[in-house]
């Protein structure tokens, strides 16, 4: 069976602090993806970031970096010197259909990030 | 960059009446997937369609149905209203299985109400 766990529901900072968001999956495929999208306060689901399982660079973009290991089946999400604006939930997700990306997103529960000014 | 679309945004209804949800992928968008999401829950995935045909269904009440059409739109028809139908239901669309950019993309999402 196929699951996330997002172990931290709530998380709080200051601004300019660094914040990593962990995520940890589960999966007897061999091809997987996964992704993070955000949701703030707005609603909408917002596409961050999307790894397949052979790929096990680490990526930054801008304040934003993943770090994937599949030795421990985790794909953490690191915000550097956070904002305000970062506010929202995060949620990671898991993606195993089809031999590609095809499959429906399982995701986690989801972790509340609240960054104070 | 065209988005997916949804409509309508917010709905309220009362119970036991029926609902249709809209979506209308990317451009060249040909699947289209259905989540429902309870308040403080994560999304959960309802059925998808490839092509204009079902391609995977999960948890879906038999009350809810949901079709994609020959423009790609779907629609999502759901009877019988209960109060815990009242989510956030999204949809979202990717390329298909012929491209390598195959993210889920998703549309802004339907708040429904049932009263």
């Known amino acids: 069976a196929q699951k996330v766990t997002q172990a931290q529901t709530e998380i709080s900072v200051v601004e300019k602090e660094d914040v990593t968001l962990d995520c940890v999956y589960e999966t007897r495929d061999t091809t997987y993806y996964l992704f993070w999208y955000k949701q703030p306060p707005s609603g909408e689901l917002v596409f961050l970031i999307r790894r397949n399982s052979f790929d096990e660079q680490n990526e930054i973009s801008g304040r934003y970096s993943w770090n994937f290991q599949k030795s421990t089946s985790s794909f953490n999400f690191t915000i550097t010197a956070s904002q305000v604006v970062d506010s929202a939930v995060y949620f990671c997700?898991?993606?195993?259909?089809?031999?590609?990306?095809?499959?429906?997103?399982?995701f986690g529960k989801g972790t509340k990030l609240s960054v104070k000014p | 960059a065209a988005g997916v679309i949804q409509s309508p945004r917010h709905l309220i209804k009362e119970k036991r009446e029926t609902a249709t949800l809209k979506c209308y992928p990317i451009p060249r968008h040909d699947t289209v997937y259905w989540y429902q999401q309870g308040p403080g829950q994560d999304p959960q995935f309802l059925i998808s369609?490839?092509?204009?045909?079902?391609?995977d269904k999960g948890s879906i009440p038999d009350r809810f149905s949901a079709q994609q059409f020959s423009d790609y739109h779907s629609e999502l028809n759901m009877s019988s209203l209960e109060l815990g139908d009242s989510a956030l239901y999204f949809c979202?669309?990717?390329?298909?299985?012929?491209?390598?950019?195959?993210?889920?993309?998703f549309g802004p999402g339907t708040r429904l109400t049932v009263l």
């Open positions: 979202a669309s990717t390329p298909g299985r012929e491209s390598s950019e195959d993210t889920q993309y």
């Open positions: 369609f490839y092509e204009k045909m079902q391609s």
């Open positions: 997700a898991l993606s195993c259909g089809y031999g590609g990306s095809q499959g429906n997103l399982i």
